[in-house]
């Protein structure tokens, strides 16, 4: 059944904003879902807020700004503590470079964080674009060099080659499975050099879920680790629609590191998203009431 039928089926009607006119004007909502970004939109959504208390507005503008920033987005991360939940979750240590510094001073800053190569490079900023999710890999230090400023740079997680895709919808936790970056030995560093530049890792077209894979590398990460990570996020972060790139350390069974987060992911890529999307929709109706 098409989506848009299932949800007419439900009594839910989905109405595009036109943003040629004043969003007061617009309506009645019972749910506001939006990802625009910019200072001008959150004024608008702002202003909406506080005149309709009564609509649900997905998600709050100020929460959505700590996923826009890779130096705030892990910080949450990285304050919990989840060893009681039959493993283990931190992030990768990670430095920032701002936009102010010169690629000449990296080298000095990453042997100053006392941080080993090889390195990942992200974009400090994710604006929703394309550039915003593309990463290198410098895995010397006269790779350093040709890095661009502001950006985070990563200490590199031996992973096994798959990065675990946890999408999150309300309390619905979903894993979906993606072949990610190959690890990295010795040898490898004694061979390459230089700075590789990669797309976006994790799309639909490397799913790994019907891969035959290493049970070792390919097991799910502990359902109550991720139903624990989820929660404390959801509370910390304010967020109800975001997903978590987590990788498992290679050659552990509970060790892993949360990479990225990011706000409103393309749910067409989850398994059952639309039953899924169209029972959270409902619930906040029913809380409401």
Not at 3 to 22: Q, W
Not at 58 to 75: E, T
Not at 140 to 150: A, M, N
Not at 221 to 229: D, F, G, I, N, T
């Amino acid at each position: 059944m098409c989506c848009h039928v299932y949800c007419r089926n439900k009594g839910i009607f989905f109405v595009a904003i036109d943003l040629n006119k004043p969003m007061l004007e617009q309506g009645p909502f019972d749910v506001v879902l939006h990802k625009l970004p910019g200072k001008e939109w959150r004024e608008i959504i702002e202003d909406y807020r506080h005149k309709h208390p009564e609509v649900t507005i997905l998600d709050p503008p100020d929460a959505i700004q700590h996923l826009l920033n890779r130096q705030s987005m892990l910080q949450n991360v990285a304050e919990l503590n989840l060893s009681d939940c039959h493993g283990k979750v931190g992030v990768p240590q990670q430095l920032v470079i701002t936009k102010n510094a010169s690629a000449s001073t990296i080298p000095y800053e990453v042997t100053k964080a006392g941080m080993k190569l090889p390195l990942v490079a992200k974009p400090l900023v994710v604006d929703g674009s394309a550039k915003s999710h593309e990463l290198c890999i410098a895995y010397d230090e006269l790779s350093l060099l040709k890095l661009e400023p502001p950006l985070v740079l990563q200490e590199f997680v031996n992973h096994g080659g798959l990065l675990f895709k946890i999408y999150i919808v309300g309390e619905t936790i979903k894993v979906v499975r993606r072949f990610s970056l190959p690890n990295v030995g010795k040898h490898e560093l004694l061979d390459v050099d230089g700075l590789f530049r990669f797309p976006r890792v994790s799309c639909a077209a490397a799913s790994a879920d019907e891969a035959d894979l290493d049970p070792n590398i390919a097991e799910h990460p502990p359902k109550p680790l991720l139903e624990r990570l989820a929660r404390d996020l959801r509370r910390r972060l304010g967020l109800h629609l975001f997903n978590i790139d987590m990788i498992r350390e290679h050659g552990t069974k509970d060790v892993f590191y949360v990479i990225d987060i990011n706000y409103f992911p393309g749910y067409g890529k989850m398994p059952e998203y639309e039953q899924i999307f169209i029972d959270f929709l409902l619930s906040l109706v029913k809380n409401k009431v």
